[in-house]
T-cell receptor, first 109, second 114 residues
């Protein structure tokens, strides 16, 4: 079967660093996406990885290991506005996205 | 640029009634998608369309139908609503049906079926 696992909730302190992990099992694999979703809003794109390694984009970085079926999203210098849910999604052999349930990130002052 | 618009923003619907959720994009994207999002679950694909004139079934298509008469519009119809269809519905689009393009989401429709 196809499955995406990520923690339900995480808490971190403003200014700190947090790593949100995601493991995936899909029929075929064509890349992994991370999206951010603030409460009551639509998901917005953060990153896409298809090759192994780290992709850095400002305060956000995303890592992929295809052999381990594993990705993480790293958020640095956390700000209160980073309080949101972070969705991991893997592209399967039919080019459809399989979504995790999301990780709710709570930032405390 | 508006991107993707959805209507209505929210709706309360009596069970057994029919309803069409509207989705329009102005980005000339070929592929469009309908998802539902329920608490504690990931986004689940209902139907998709890789190009105008074609549609396909996703993970949870039962009770829903779609059409894609042109590039811009992708309406989702509930023929006879049931309470289990209470959810937030998101429409999304991307440039092509290929694996690397980013999906862009509309603001969502919050539907309650009583």
């Amino acid at each position: 079967g196809q499955n995406i696992d990520q923690p339900t909730e995480m808490t971190a302190t403003e200014g700190a660093i947090v790593q949100i992990n995601c493991t995936y099992q899909t029929s075929g694999f064509n890349g992994l996406f991370w999206y951010q979703q603030h409460a009551g809003e639509a998901p917005t794109f953060l990153s896409y990885n298809v090759l192994d390694g780290l992709e850095e984009k400002g305060r956000f970085s995303s890592f992929l290991s295809r052999s381990k079926g594993y990705s993480y999203l790293l958020l640095k210098e956390l700000q209160m506005k980073d309080s949101a849910s972070y969705l991991c999604a893997a592209t399967d052999s039919n080019y459809q996205l399989i979504w995790g349930a999301g990780t709710k990130l709570i930032i405390k002052p | 640029t508006a991107g993707i618009t959805q209507a209505p923003t929210s709706q309360i619907l009596a069970a057994g009634r029919s309803m069409t959720l509207r989705c329009t994009q102005d980005m000339r994207h070929n592929a469009m998608y309908w998802y539902r999002q329920d608490l504690g679950l990931g986004l689940r694909l209902i139907h998709y369309s890789n190009t105008a004139g074609t549609t396909g079934k996703g993970e949870v298509p039962d009770g829903y139908s779609v059409s894609r008469a042109n590039t811009d519009d992708f309406p989702l119809t509930l023929a006879s609503a049931v309470p289990s269809q209470t959810s937030v519905y998101f429409c999304a689009s991307k440039k092509t049906g290929g694996p690397t393009d980013t999906q862009y989401f509309g603001p969502g429709t919050r539907l309650t079926v009583l």
